[in-house]
């Protein structure tokens, strides 16, 4: 029997909530919920340490660091500022990374011996247009930014404890495409990103050496025809979208990649799907496996252990749990009380 950690950051709310979960049964218990600051969103977690880093909204914006217990309960280590309002946060070796999708800024910090945020140690820089999600390479040595306002990826190398931009890592998308979130292969050799507006996941090949990136031609259509849904449009950060900027448009979201490389999970909002797709051994799709409503405006998904996918209600209390196989994807639990579950990351947890 595996036991793991599921941690829900609750925007509406302003709470983290602890879940154990069994892999095998899909039992989940509620082990504890944790204030945060002001619209947690971006959780990036610390297995070793057992830290958890929460991104907050509000004005100072700031980093909750909160810790759990082997029963799963949590609580509060420290909060710092952040100079920057976090759209996506993630880390690699000792540097944490942040970007802001409306103010257009990339923030690093490092992080001590002891784990937490040096908030002494901010750097800000400005990026291309909308950056919406930054994530290293599996080996550490680059890292990927999406960029939405662009239809491009950005890249960088991992040097000195720092980023260095190289124009030769990045790639194109097409025109209106919308790139938001990024997942790697768990070897390296495949990179995929969620389009907004496309509505669908693309995939590219990635050079485990240099890091370079090059489309493989090879995608997965997550809005099925029948939705009656019209290609997404890009609406400027602080304007209300016009009825026709937001009726019946495609609004891709998150995605997941199995431990193990062999399938892929990607959600759309305006529709409340999930579409699942078989990965070769190159990467590339393979046969759609489901395609399955879920709970309503799934911003956030995420993996609990190698089987199962978790996707939460923005504008909800609640998050249903999927057990993903060949057979494609089935409902095994539903958990309330989650208050407007947007982000979920997962770590092994040995029981009580």
């Known amino acids: 029997m595996a036991t793991y950690l599921c941690l829900v950051a609750g925007r509406l709310d302003d709470v983290l909530t602890s879940l154990v979960v069994d ?17 947690p969103m971006p959780v990036v977690v610390d297995a070793a340490r057992a830290l958890v880093h929460v991104g907050n909204g509000g004005d100072p914006h700031s980093i909750t660091t909160v810790t759990w217990a082997p029963d799963g309960s949590t609580s509060p280590v420290v909060t710092v500022d952040c100079p920057i309002a976090q759209t996506y946060m993630s880390v690699v070796g000792d ?12 923030a690093c910090a490092r992080l001590g011996a002891d784990g937490l945020v040096d908030a002494s140690s901010w750097q800000v820089v400005r990026t291309g247009h909308q950056p919406h999600c930054i994530v290293p390479s599996p080996d ?8 939405l306002g662009e239809d491009r990826l950005a890249g960088f190398r991992v040097a000195g404890g720092r980023l260095v931009p190289d124009e030769s890592l990045g790639a194109r998308l097409d025109p209106g495409a919308g790139p938001r979130h990024i997942r790697l292969s768990p070897d390296g050799s495949s990179l995929y990103v969620t389009e907004e507006f496309g ?3 693309v995939h590219l090949r990635r050079d485990s050496d240099s890091g370079v990136l090059e ?8 809005v099925a025809p029948e939705a009656g849904l019209r290609r997404g449009v890009f609406v400027p950060p602080g304007r209300r979208p016009a009825v026709d900027e937001s009726e019946r448009r495609i609004w891709g979201s998150d995605l997941v990649i199995a431990p193990d490389g062999a399938w892929a999970v990607a959600s759309e909002r305006r529709a ?18 489901a395609r399955i409503v879920t709970q309503p405006q799934p911003r956030g998904i995420g993996l609990i252990g190698p089987h199962l996918v978790i996707a939460g209600a923005e504008l909800g209390d609640a998050a249903s749990i ?5 057979e494609g994807l089935s409902e095994l639990a539903v958990v309330d009380g989650l208050g407007g579950p947007v982000w979920m990351e997962s770590v092994p947890l040995d029981p009580a």
């Not at 892999?23 to 619209?39: L, Q, Y």
């Not at 550490?140 to 960029?147: I, P, T």
């Open 140 to 147: 550490g040595r680059h890292a990927y930014l999406s960029l």
């Open 215 to 222: 489309p493989s031609g090879s995608t997965m259509d997550c």
């Open 23 to 39: 892999d095998e049964s899909g039992v989940v218990r509620v082990a504890g919920r944790t204030a945060t600051g002001p619209r």
């Open 95 to 106: 540097l944490l990374m942040a970007v802001s999708y409306a103010g257009c800024e990339l």
């Open 199 to 201: 509505g669908r996941v």
């Open 272 to 289: 409340s799907t999930l579409t699942m797709a078989a990965l070769g051994p190159d990467g590339r799709f393979g046969a759609r496996l």
């Open 322 to 326: 999927h057990r993903a196989g060949p």
